[in-house]
């Protein structure tokens, strides 16, 4: 990585000056509407705020997307809005793009390609993609990784850093020394692209035999540490076909579940941003996944907890469940700390629990979940709080991005069989052992 764009001080200071002057303006909007009273375009104010976000690029706008994914979390003209920066964020021009082809593949990169487009194809958080045609005739796709990410990457850290700090100080139900640490060792992962490209290479490996799921080739000659060339996939978005045929939102809620199970139940491996930019579909319904910054690689013993927990719950083992939560790293829990926590788990498994065909949940709104995690979040804080393992936070967030997607697809699956037909020979020594061999074949490190 060039030195002018490793994280520095100064750059962290005009992150720091960029997101006060961005933001802090439609926070006060906001506020006025809320505590005073005041009249506020809900339609103009957020599509201010996607401006800023979209402009801002980082993390912050990765938050933006998350909220935009989860029914009934925002009012609808925020969602509208903020739906945009998944697919449609505001693009850096092309002096960038020529500056940063140049610094990755030399003065003479256009020599590289057939044709490579001018206007940016899509534009996200921290990269932006180019559609091209490789000198062999195949279409690609060239994310150029933003300038100085690696400083809005620490400065959106240190700001999330200080705000769980002030959260902490009057709310102790959940700790966040830990959520703190492994959104920051993921996101900085995400500022790698020779990292993504293996993750890419592992993905492919890990989905082979999923027809109903197709994962982008990299091409190393025309990648670097900030710029990631592949295979070009086309495809909808997934909220083209919400309106669909029920065979259609079905089938197509099956493959984005085998697209995020299949790695995790047969490696110890999951896709830890589920957002609704990171993947499309094609016309018979199989999906393509684009993305591959986030992932995460569990030890196989917490992928032995998540399927103890489910036997517990279902069986009702206190005794399982309890295993399950400490092979996870929960510790000093008690029975009614352990009631509070399977509160949560009944919820997320719920769908897996019963063998028949079903909506993800009966209600079509996000926020019975909403209602549930509160209420688990004032039980904690009368208790005491609790200490998350890190593992747990991308897990929990899967859990919860997928389960939007089947939510928006209104599918009727089933899901308990779906589920068994993914850990009905789950032995962890032989997790293990694929994980291994399929980790070392595609560069990615083991699980920390």
């Known amino acids: 990585m060039a030195s002018n764009e490793n994280s520095s001080i100064t750059g962290r200071a005009r992150r720091y000056a960029r997101v006060g002057s ?7 909007r906001f506020a006025g509407s809320k505590y005073l009273g005041l009249d506020l375009d809900k339609g103009k104010h957020a599509g201010d705020l996607k401006a800023a976000l979209g402009g801002l690029k980082g993390p912050l706008m990765k938050v933006a997307q998350i909220m935009a994914t989860i029914p009934d979390a925002l009012p609808p003209e925020y969602v509208e809005e903020l739906q945009q920066l998944q697919t449609n964020a505001p693009s850096m021009g092309w002096p960038f793009v020529r500056r940063r082809m140049a610094s990755e593949l ?3 990169w256009r020599s590289k390609f057939k044709d490579f487009e001018r206007e940016a194809a ?25 300038p100085d990410m690696a400083s809005a990457v620490e400065a959106d850290l240190k700001q999330l850093r200080l705000a769980f700090t002030i959260f902490e100080s009057y709310d102790k139900a959940i700790s966040t020394k830990q959520i703190h640490a492994e959104l920051s060792a993921r996101l900085r992962e995400e500022l790698d692209y020779t990292r993504e490209a293996a993750h890419m290479a592992l993905y492919g490996n890990m989905l082979a035999g999923e027809d109903g799921v197709h994962v982008p080739e990299a091409v190393a000659e025309l990648s670097s540490e900030r710029l990631l ?3 070009w996939m086309d495809g909808q978005p997934l909220m083209d076909f919400r309106e669909g045929e029920l065979e259609e939102r079905n089938a197509i809620a099956q493959n984005m579940f085998r697209a995020w199970y299949v790695p995790f139940y047969g490696y110890g491996v999951i896709h830890g941003d589920p957002h609704l930019g990171n993947y499309s579909v094609r016309p018979d319904h199989t999906v393509n996944l684009l993305d591959f910054g986030c992932i995460r ?3 196989p013993s917490f992928v032995t907890g998540v399927i103890d927990l489910y036997n517990g719950l279902c069986n009702d083992d206190p005794e399982l469940a309890l295993h399950a939560y400490e092979t996870w790293g929960f510790s000093g829990l008690n029975k009614e700390t352990i009631d509070v926590l399977n509160i949560w788990a009944n919820f997320v498994y719920a769908p897996l629990m019963e063998d028949k065909v079903q909506k993800i949940q009966e209600s079509e709104s996000g926020m019975y979940g909403a209602r549930i995690a509160n209420k688990v979040h004032q039980e904690l804080r009368r208790l005491g709080g609790v200490t998350p393992p890190r593992e747990f936070v991308l897990m929990d967030r899967a859990a919860i991005g997928l389960g939007s997607v089947f939510m928006h697809l209104r599918a009727e699956v089933n899901w308990h069989r779906m589920f068994h037909d993914l850990i009905g020979d789950f032995d962890q020594k032989t997790l293990a052992e694929r994980q291994h061999n399929a980790l070392e074949t595609a560069g990615v490190p083991e699980a920390a």
């Open 22 to 28: 961005a933001v802090g303006g439609l926070a006060v």
């Open 106 to 108: 030399g003065p003479d």
């Open 122 to 146: 899509h534009a996200a958080s921290l990269g932006q993609v180019h559609r091209a045609t490789g000198p062999d005739g195949r279409a690609l796709a060239c994310k150029l990784q933003y």
């Open 229 to 231: 060339t592949m295979t």
């Open 297 to 299: 690689v569990f030890p």
